[in-house]
């Protein structure tokens, strides 16, 4: 099973992407992850996307299709897997699908999970993270014990740079002028899912296997 996972950013697509690799046992490949293992193991592709990211650049569409590609010819998504970040544009969904044909292979869903931008300014802005340890917390749906310290060590819990309403929306923004046309490139190809987001957690996971079960 390939599955691609689609929805604005703060829509939940990568908590939802984590589950179903568990529940299918198939790896939940992200561009981040991959763009972290490359440079790391000083491959020649990571070489390449390090020269954009240290100058602070996008890296291409061709050069991260390509590390897409290469992660998944290995071993462990012989059985499928489900990409979270990429494609991002319809340069990258045609460059994957050429490549897929290359190896004989197609995406089998495209999973959009559909959330209102008020919603995910609403969800985003309501973040809390501990500047100390890290730890997330929100102010309706986790709150810590005490407003506004950590529960693991006390320190103070600040609204990040990115979680505040005029950052979120400004990707918002981005993400419907980019991103958004993907859900047209894949509804054409018939393989297109889209579930409502604003659910619980636990019931969109459900519509998604429903779809992909069905």
């Known amino acids: 099973m390939k599955i ?9 697509k990568g908590t939802q992407a984590k589950m179903l690799a568990d529940k299918y046992h198939i790896p939940h490949i992200s561009t981040g992850d991959i763009f972290r293992a490359n440079i790391k193991n000083g491959t020649e592709l990571g070489n390449k996307a390090k020269v954009f990211m240290d100058k602070g650049m996008l890296v291409p569409d061709e050069l991260t299709c390509d590390l897409v590609v290469d992660r998944i010819k290995q071993e462990d998504c012989k059985d499928g897997y489900i990409l979270d970040g990429f494609p991002r544009t319809i340069p990258q969904a045609e460059c994957l699908d050429q490549a897929l044909e290359t190896l004989g292979d197609k995406i089998d869903y495209a999973v959009d999970v559909e959330v209102p931008d008020e919603n995910i300014v609403r969800r985003m802005s309501g973040r809390r993270a ?13 709150a810590p014990e005490k407003e506004g310290v950590c529960d693991r060590c006390g320190a103070e819990l600040i609204l990040r740079d990115d979680d505040k309403p005029e950052t ?7 993400y419907h002028e980019q991103t ?15 579930v409502d987001g604003t659910k619980d957690m636990q019931e969109v996971f459900q519509s998604i296997v429903n779809v992909l079960e069905k």
């Open 4 to 12: 691609i996972m689609l929805g604005a950013p703060g829509a939940g």
């Open 168 to 174: 979120v929306q400004k990707r918002l923004t981005v």
């Open 180 to 194: 958004q046309p993907l859900i047209d490139y894949y509804k054409n190809k018939g393989v297109l899912a889209q």
């Open 130 to 142: 501990c500047a100390s340890c890290g730890a997330t917390y929100h102010i309706v749906y986790n």
